[in-house]
Every structure is written in structure tokens, then in C-alpha cells.
């Protein structure tokens, strides 16, 4: 069993920052990949970014890509979502998720076992 609690969503203005942080608890946290994914309303829970288990590697959905970057911290139990150049169209609730039967980096919904009760994030144009 795991548990995520993700924190660090707000309303911030197109070309701001927002750092988002999923703190887990549970299974060993070092042993499986994590995923963070949006939800805009009347939309599909998309894909946003990835890391494996060490943090070596990642994967990013195109939309994103040069603008966030995913991290971890194995000694803290935690994953990380720093979202700069924040656009109108970033605007969703995120959840942090974990995969825990893979080690490896994995952009797939399905893969993903526990998830976050998500959090909002609001651009302002």
C-alpha cells in the first residue's frame, strides 16, 4: 500500500512558477517509478512527466517539455514537479502517481497504481 499526499498548487500568472511536491509513504520508495498527471475539467487525465526509480531518467509530454522538469528525492520520500513559463492552458488539478511494479520510467495511465487526491493549479493569462 501506498500513500500520496501532493501540496504546492496555487493561482499564478502566465510566465509564473509553481513548484508541486508529492510526499509518499508505504512500500519502499526507491523501488519504483513516478508519474505526475493533469485533469483540466470536461478533459481525459493526461500524461505529464516521469522519472524511474533513481531519478536518472525521465520522459515528458510534448506540451511540457522545456518548461517542467521532474525530480526526486529518495531520502525524503518525494517526487517533484517544478513548472516554470506556466501557460493559460497548464491550468488543471495535478495528481502525483506511483507505478510500483516498475522500476523504470513508464508514460502509461494504466501502469500507475496509487494516485494523489491531486491539486489544483490555476494560470491566469
Known amino acids: 500500500q501506498v500513500q500520496l499526499v501532493e501540496s504546492g498548487g496555487g493561482l499564478v500568472q502566465a510566465g509564473g512558477s509553481l513548484r508541486l511536491s508529492c510526499a509518499a509513504s508505504g512500500r519502499t520508495f526507491s523501488s519504483y517509478a513516478m508519474g505526475w498527471f493533469r485533469q483540466a475539467p470536461g478533459q481525459e487525465r493526461e500524461f505529464v512527466a516521469a522519472?524511474?526509480?533513481?531519478?536518472?531518467?525521465?520522459a515528458y509530454a510534448d506540451s511540457v517539455k522545456g518548461r517542467f522538469t521532474i525530480s526526486r528525492d529518495n531520502r525524503k520520500n518525494t517526487v517533484y514537479l517544478q513548472m516554470n513559463s506556466l501557460k493559460p492552458e497548464d491550468t488543471a488539478v495535478y495528481y502525483c502517481a506511483a507505478a510500483t511494479h516498475r522500476a523504470g520510467v513508464t508514460i502509461t495511465r494504466g501502469e500507475y497504481d496509487y494516485w494523489g487526491q491531486g491539486t489544483q493549479v490555476t494560470v491566469s493569462s
Open positions: 522519472i524511474n526509480w533513481s531519478g536518472g531518467s525521465t
